[in-house]
């Protein structure tokens, strides 16, 4: 019961840590859309985009396998961490080395603020990587109240810039930079991670960084191809329709981004659990219970978010923007599968076989840039959102075979599936836009609460006979 116990502590620090921060950001959308040009929110935009990219590739994924390590090995904390550091200083010189190429027009505009995008690139980087060493080392309220302050930070600073001094792409910029930076800070004094960094040794520190790239090498390519997923279709519609286009595409994603905010919330917590527990007794009841817990979760809020799309938009899109909500339900079954195969994707990271993350997102990576080239034509800014579904969908499907020799995760699967169903329905309900189609939504969504119920029901059942069990010794 120890293991449920210390993954709903966890769960409840991220909540807190990632309501806070995602809220603040999400509310910040309509002040983004209200005054930033939809070519100026589509230059914001790429810069998320690009770095999303370059980040783990430049770091090496580094950040990744310092919290690893140090969950498997704490003795030799400083190691880990001292190597990660200075792999990440050289990713960030890297990116320094790289940045003229933003001028390039697939970039949208991108490479007029080049110093800008560098030092939001390089204050993030030493956020990130300050991050998954506090995880590693267990620091979970500092986290929260570190990512609860720099989200204020970045807020009111984007107030003030963007709102009040009209500061546009500039003050977007600025704000995010004095956010990482008052984060990088923070965890600097006191987390004490400065404690752990010192002048590398390279005769002990080569053994130590070979052994950490063994694990986080694989996993390069893997954020690659799932940035190619979930990213890769900004560069096509900036490509076909402009940077405006694109503007409006992402504007549209933000509201389908809560299913990020609970994925996230959950996943950071889930993965420390995952890591602590792989080894031990009872793994395939553990991830069963969890699982089912946990996409109850997601088929509420999906199925809510649809139905909900066209009343956020109204308050969150601002003036154009509000065109491209028929987008949102489409977006929000994207993110749906997105979820799900990144849960099967702990399976992978938790038993160090970080291959198998490369072949199912190579494999849907390459699924979205054929759908996203075939699809825009045709039927637009959804084509691109239809092509994200297939994607994520198959390496979903892929990660569920690949896992099965390593965790047999139980599952329901006529509930499951007839949940997936209804949940499509309910989005083309949506795009489509028949009569009445608000009320059917909300029907669907009643439907989808209780093919949920009956779905937790065996695992809510376990888990309770596990406590009863337990308070009878």
Known sequence: MGKYKNLLVNIGLFTLNTVSTKLITFLLVPLYTYF????????????????????????????????RYIIDDPDDTQRYVSVGF???????????????????????????????????????????FLANVARGVNQIKLITWVSITSSIVSASTAGLLIGLLNWKVEGYFVSLILGALVAVVLYL????????????????????LKKMLLYSVPLMPNTIFWWIGTSVN?????????????????????????????????????????????????????????????????????????ALAPWLASILLQKKFYDAWPIIPILILAFLFNVFAGFYGTVFTASMKTKHLLTSTGLAAAVVVALTWLLIPILGLQGAAWAMVASNLSMYVIRVVMARPIVRITV???????????????????????NGYPVISWIVFV??????????????????GVVSSKNNK
């Not at 960030?92 to 007029?112: Q, Y």
């Not at 409006?248 to 950071?268: E, H, R």
Request: a positive charge; glycine letters at 6%; one cysteine or more.
């Open 36 to 67: 930033l040009t939809t070519a100026q929110y589509g230059v914001t935009d790429m810069s998320l985009t690009v770095a999303s990219l370059v980040t783990p590739v430049v770091t090496l994924s580094i950040g990744d396998a310092v919290t």
């Open 86 to 128: 200075w792999v990440t200083l050289i990713g960030c010189l890297v990116m320094l080395l790289l940045t003229p190429m933003l001028g390039l027009s697939v970039f949208g505009g991108l490479g007029d603020y080049k110093v800008l995008y560098f030092a939001y690139f390089v204050a993030t980087a030493f956020n990130a």
């Open 189 to 208: 004094v006191f987390g004490g991670a400065w404690r752990y960094i010192r002048v590398p040794e390279l005769a002990q520190d080569r053994l130590i």
């Open 234 to 306: 900004r560069f096509f519609i900036t490509s076909m329709f402009g940077i405006g286009a694109s503007g409006l595409f992402a504007a549209a994603s933000k509201i389908p981004n809560v299913m990020n905010m609970i994925s996230s919330t959950f996943w950071q917590a889930w993965s420390l659990s995952a890591f602590q527990e792989f080894k031990k007794t009872d793994t395939d009841r553990f991830y069963s219970n969890v699982f089912a817990v946990f996409r109850t979760f997601c088929f509420l809020a999906a199925s809510g978010l649809i």
């Open 412 to 434: 329901n699967w006529p509930l499951m599936l007839l949940n997936i169903a209804l949940v499509c329905v309910q989005a083309c309900v949506m795009v489509r836009q028949p």
């Open 447 to 464: 439907a989808v609460c209780v093919v949920s119920v009956l779905d937790i029901y065996p695992s809510v059942r376990s888990l309770l």
